[in-house]
Every structure is written in C-alpha cells, then in structure tokens.
C-alpha cells in the first residue's frame, strides 16, 4: 500500500509503497477514502523538517534537553546513533480521516466489514491507504454524512475540546483568536451554544469566512474593529471567553486576550502560540487559563487509546471517542457545516505536490483533503492473519542441517528504537549475514526498517516468515509483552530465536516457552543479555582470574526517570520496569560470580521504584543489586565492584575497569564509546547459528536468570527471600 511520509532529517516528502498493517485483536483495518491535511500542525511539522539542525534544536529545547541527559547517561557514540536513528526515519503525517471499515479484529462488535468510520489519531489515522485503528479512536458515521465532510472528525474534536474547556453558557460573548481551521470550527460550535463570536485574524479572507459562518464581528488583532465589537457586545465588561487557536511566536494573543477579557475571563489555549503571560495583566483580572489537550479525556493514556479500556460515562461525560461521535452528530444536523472550509481536493498521489505548495504558500488554505481512489474488492490488497505456525514434524535438539558457505538469514520481527540503534546496525554490514525480513504492526516502521538495513522485505505478516523454510533465525525485538509467544511461535516453528530481554514477564509465560522447547525439541534460544560479552568487562574478569572463596558482589543502577509517556510505564500490559530490564543485571552477577541463583529477596523505598535486591548462590556468594530511579541524572549508570580472596574487580559504567590485586590492572584506555556487548553478543549467536554449535548462553542459565527476576516482585509482594529451584 502507499502511505504518506517525511524524513525529519533532510525534510523529504514522498510517498512510499509500505506493508499493509495487520488487524490486530481490538480495532479495525480501514480503508481510507478522505484524509484531511491539518494546514496548522502538519505544515508546522513539515516547516520544521526543513530547517537546519540548529533550527530543529531551536524549535524543539525539549527534545535538546533529552539529548544532553542521554549523552550523561549513554555516552556521546551511543547518543549519536540513536538520534541519527531517529531524525533519519521516514515519519508519518496525518492524524484525521473517514474510510470503510475492512476487517475487523477480535473483541471488537461495534462496526461490522463495510462500514463507513471517521478515525483520529497521529499514529493511526494516517496519510495512507489502509491503517489499523483501535476501538476507541473511530466512530461510525451518521446517515446521511459525506465521508469528506467525516474526515474532519478529528480537527472537529480538538475544537470541540477546547469549547468543552471554556465552558461556555447561553448568551455569553466569546474571542477566538486565529481563524484558521480549528478557530473556524470553534466559532460554529460556540455559535451553536447560542454564544455570540468575535473573531481575530489578520487574514481578511479568514475573517470574512468566520463572519458567514456566525461570527458577530471579525477583523484584524491590532485594529480597532475587535475591541470595538467587544465594547459594542460586552457592554464594556469584556468578553467572558478567549479561545487562542492561533500559532506562531508573537505574544500578540496572549496580551490581547488580557486586554479584552472581563474581570475572571477564562482564556483557553488550544493552539501552540507563544504563552509569555503579562503577569500584572491576568493577576489585576485573575483571569483562568486553561489548556486544552487534543481530542479530549483518553489523549495520551496507552489504556485507553490503545487497549480500548473506557472511562466509566459517570465519572467522564466526553472522552476522545464521545468527543468524535458528538462532532460527527453536529455535522449530520447540520449545526456545524464544513463544506465552507474545504479549499482544495487533492488526489492522493498527488500529496507531495500539495504539501510544497502549502509549504511555498502557492496553495491558500484552510482545509485540504486528499482523495483515494476506489478500488475493486477483488484488486484489494488481501489483510494478513494471525495464526499459530504449524508445528514441525521431527523434534531436534540441534540446529538442522546448512551449507556453511551459506549467509545465515535473518528475519527480524520488530524494528523499534533498540532494534535499530542497537543490534541492526552490527548486523547490516558483517560478512555472511543476510538481512532477509522485517515484520512490523505498524507498515511505516518496516519500510523505515528496510530502507536503511536492506531487508529483501518488510511485511506485517509474522506467519509468512514462520513458514519460511530459508529464514535460519529470528529477531523477537518488540514490546515485552509479546516477547514469550512470540518466541514460542518461532521455537514451535524450527527457527533459531534471539529474544530481547525479557524472556518472560510471569511464570505461566516462562512456561509456555519451556513447553514449546519440551515440544518441538528444539531449544535453539538466545535472550539478549549482552552486558556478560562486553570486552572491557570479559577483560577484567580474566585479569580478576579464579576465585576459591565466596564473594560478595555490589551493583549499583542509576536507571533514572522515564519520560512521561514511555511505554516503560505501561506495567498493567508491559510489567514493571524492573521485569523489563533487571534480567540485564542478574545475568551479569551470575556471569561473573560462576552460578544461577538460589534465592532471592528484594525491599522498595517507599513512594518510588528504588530496589535493593540481595541474590544468594551456592557457594554462599552474595550479589547486591541497587536498581534506583532517583539519582542525580549525570552519575554513571552502572558501576559494580566484586570482592574476592583478597581481591577487587571495578567496573566504571563500561568506560573503565580495575582490578586490585598483588598487582594492579587498569584497563589500556578509555574507548571511544561504551561497548555493553552487543556486537561480541551477535557475533557469537551468528556463529551458533552458522555452524550448529551451541548457544552461547545455556538455557538453563537464560531460565535461572529470568526466574530470579521474577522473583524480585514475588518477594515484594510476600515481603520474605523467595527461594528459586536448583538448576534445570
């Protein structure tokens, strides 16, 4: 299918053929028929990509600031990879559309196949022929409402959501200030809340457009026609509303809305314009302002956007999805009419042309949709299915028989930050490796994938890849909480797995993986705890040599905050933070001390997610792990030190390694960057895979390590050492 993309790094537009999305459990796959260019937010976006790189950090002091703490945290190489990585990915535009509903997934009995929905969401209702759309994030069309007129659901909500803001009541006088598409629609919601309007734009032909569609008075900001108009209207109190659906870096709105707002006015921001208060200004008139975000109640929640959970309507009346319904409603009674606002119809594969002539301000206007063609059912490109791969005939304990002059072929099924910064690019350039499939839920991110590794192929279609009998091993890269059936799947299927961290979020996972390997006999597994293959640590170690009394080990983890949003934090689906990574951190204690672990005991801080967590093992070794997010930012992440027989091994955050000793050893020199080990880690997988060999860690060491994380929260919640099985 084709989907429309821009690179953020060099600011190309194009549009690239990409794999269908699958329909997964929960929503819908739509065909889209109309999707509408938001003109304010999406030029914005696409201005930004054009700029120089000073520019973009100019724009954006937020995303600088991540940089500077990731380059702290990860050092300056690992940095730049990860945000080349990100800056150099083609993105999706779009975020607003109406199309008929083509397959629908499990649990989902609302819409049926065929049916026309308006659909909202920046990473779901996309410049694109087909996108999977969850349950909350479509509704189905009125009768009698023209599918171009539903593609403005989404830019109606946002509108809808800042009139919801403002609370606005009968006979009221309100100021909308930017009359461009979402201040347009704004004044036709309020005018049909019997509110009386002046509008605020310095665009003539906006003004004249807003006052056809009810607004009382319009004119330019810095005339005296607006204040007049509130004067006339107000009685000389001011006006009880100010919406700012303006952009920019004036502070203009903000002062106006100062100006002309009444004693204990509210000022509701929905657009993105400069916000310096005039502090005197809003303090003498104790003005309210209030924010306005997005489409309503469920915006940025991953429960509710993403695994259709609803607020109750009792304790939220208007939520995204009520706010899209609702929207849809007006225009079908015809209360809000946005026939007006459609400046130009563009064909879909006309919509790089259309964005430069945005862009170069050639094309004039307040809405643009694009059309799609139609297409026969029969020449549809067909949704692929999920299923369970079939299970081989002949149980194996090895690796089937290849030609050792054969590159071993790789799929990967994910292609995520981790996965591209992190394991990809050793993979792309080493000698008898061949990159032959990306799988991906989102179509975007496997042509993002393909373009830059050289994948023969990107598809959404795990089963493809299972069935194939030339793939020798696959990636499993994705959100932990697929990782053990989708390990399973591989494993039931014959291939070689490498799985990230973790292998399992709870017992019943870990063993369902295990069942599989009991299965198929096939036990051809690598979890990617890649920390015991670095060669500073690996170094040290040796130099440290035999030990032949027990040891104490201490780890210290300065993990750091997440950032708001990080899908880290979604522990109802994705377990703890802990679950997901700690299996790093025990993985490398029992690397070095030589064993699995027998117990466990783990105590939280209060109010946070600080961990002391204390492993014992057989010999009567100890290891404590401090795994704590409330360190100072610039502190190393990971140190540990390793007492034994009169010695001492220091690990400085990978930059550097000591041991102590009757001689003292201190590593040659600083590297250029932290080396945790991925690249020693693949390379030994990929020759595991080559030559049939063993895996480089033994099961029974992935097993012990991961039930030795999931332990950590069993003893939490028991608040006792949990004891672990001996080994398997």
């Not at 950032?563 to 997901?580: D, K, N, V």
């Not at 299996?583 to 064993?595: K, P």
Request: proline letters at 5%; hydrophobic letters at 40%; one cysteine or more.
């Amino acid at each position: 299918m084709k989907q429309v993309v821009q690179n953020y790094k060099s600011g190309e537009l194009a549009v690239l053929d990409v794999p269908v999305p699958g329909c997964k459990p929960g929503g819908v796959l739509v065909r889209t028929a109309y999707s509408l260019i938001s003109t304010g937010t999406e030029m914005m976006k696409v201005s930004e990509a054009s700029m120089s790189m000073l520019g973009k950090a100019r724009s954006r002091p937020d995303q600088v600031a991540k940089v500077v703490q990731s380059v702290a945290t990860n050092g300056v190489a690992a940095t730049y990879r990860k945000v080349n990585n990100q800056l150099d990915s083609y993105t999706p535009l779009g975020y607003s559309l109406c199309g008929v509903v083509e397959q629908v997934g499990a649990g989902v009995d609302d819409v049926a196949v065929g049916d026309l929905v308006a659909c909202a969401g920046n990473e779901h209702a996309l410049h694109a022929e087909l996108n999977w759309v969850p349950k909350n994030l479509y509704a189905r069309l009125p009768d009698g409402l023209a599918p171009r007129h539903a593609a403005f659901g989404t830019v109606g909500s946002i509108a809808m959501q800042g009139v919801r803001q403002g609370e606005s009541a009968l006979g009221e006088v309100a100021l909308v200030i930017g009359l461009g598409l979402i201040g347009q629609l704004v004044v036709q919601l309020l005018t049909a809340s019997g509110v009386r309007v002046i509008g605020a734009d310095p665009d003539p032909v906006r003004c004249e457009l807003a006052a056809s569609l009810g607004a009382a008075a319009c004119g330019d900001p810095g005339s005296a026609v607006v204040e007049s108009a509130v004067a006339d209207l107000t009685g000389g109190h001011g006006v009880d509303q100010v919406y700012l659906a303006a952009g920019g870096g004036s502070n203009q709105p903000v002062e106006l809305a100062a100006r002309l707002c009444r004693d204990r006015g509210r000022v509701v921001d929905i657009g993105k314009c400069r916000l310096d208060l005039p502090w005197n200004a809003y303090y003498e008139k104790e003005l309210d302002v209030r924010f306005s975000r997005s489409y309503g109640p469920g915006r940025y929640d991953p429960a509710y956007e993403l695994e259709g959970r609803d607020y109750p309507i009792g304790y939220v009346r208007w939520t995204e999805r009520r706010n899209l319904a609702c929207f849809l409603d007006l225009m079908a009674r015809g209360s809000v009419d946005v026939e007006p606002l459609i400046s130009h119809i563009a064909d879909f594969e006309d919509a790089v042309k259309t964005y430069q002539r945005l862009k170069d301000g050639e094309l004039k206007a307040v809405a643009v949709l694009f059309e799609y063609p139609e297409q026969a059912s029969e020449g549809r490109t067909p949704a692929p299915s999920v299923a369970v791969p079939a299970v081989p005939s002949s149980r194996r304990s090895s690796a089937p028989t290849r030609s050792a002059a054969a590159p071993v072929r790789l799929a990967f099924v994910g292609a995520g930050n981790y996965a591209t910064s992190m394991l990809l690019p050793h993979l792309a350039e080493r000698a008898g490796v061949s990159l032959s499939t990306v799988v991906t839920t989102t179509a975007l991110s496997g042509a993002n994938a393909q373009r830059k590794f050289g994948f023969a192929a990107a598809t959404t279609d795990l089963d493809s890849v299972l069935g194939d009998p030339a793939i020798d091993a696959v990636f499993v890269v994705t959100r932990h909480s697929s990782h053990a059936d989708l390990t399973r799947k591989a494993l039931l299927a014959g291939k070689t797995v490498f799985v990230e961290k973790p292998l399992a979020l709870g017992e019943d996972e870990l063993a369902s993986v295990l069942a599989a390997v009991a299965e198929s006999g096939n036990d051809r597994l690598q979890v990617g705890f890649n920390r015991r293959f670095a060669p500073i640590l690996r170094e040290a170690k040796q130099q440290f040599g035999t030990r032949s009394g027990p040891a104490s080990l201490r780890y210290l983890v300065n993990a750091g905050q997440l950032g708001h949003g990080s899908w880290y934090l979604q522990q109802g689906t994705e377990g703890t933070r802990f679950a997901g990574e700690g299996g790093h951190f025990i993985d490398t204690a029992s690397w070095l001390l030589g064993a699995d672990p027998v117990s466990v005991y783990a105590a939280a801080t209060s109010g946070n997610e600080d961990l002391q967590i204390v492993l014992r093992y057989p010999d009567g070794s100890t290891a404590t792990l401090s795994y704590v997010t409330t360190g100072a930012p610039g502190f190393p992440k990971e140190t540990l030190d390793l007492v034994a027989d009169g010695k001492v091994l220091k690990l400085d955050d990978f930059v550097r390694a000591s041991v102590y000793a009757r001689k003292r050893w201190v590593s040659s020199r600083l590297p250029k960057a932290r080396d945790k080990g991925q690249s020693a880690e693949l390379a030994a997988f990929i020759k595991a895979v080559r030559t049939g060999g063993p895996m480089p860690v033994p099961l029974g060491s992935l097993v012990a390590t991961t039930a030795a994380t999931l332990a950590v929260q069993a003893s939490l919640a028991g608040g006792a050492p949990v004891t672990l099985a001996g080994p398997r």
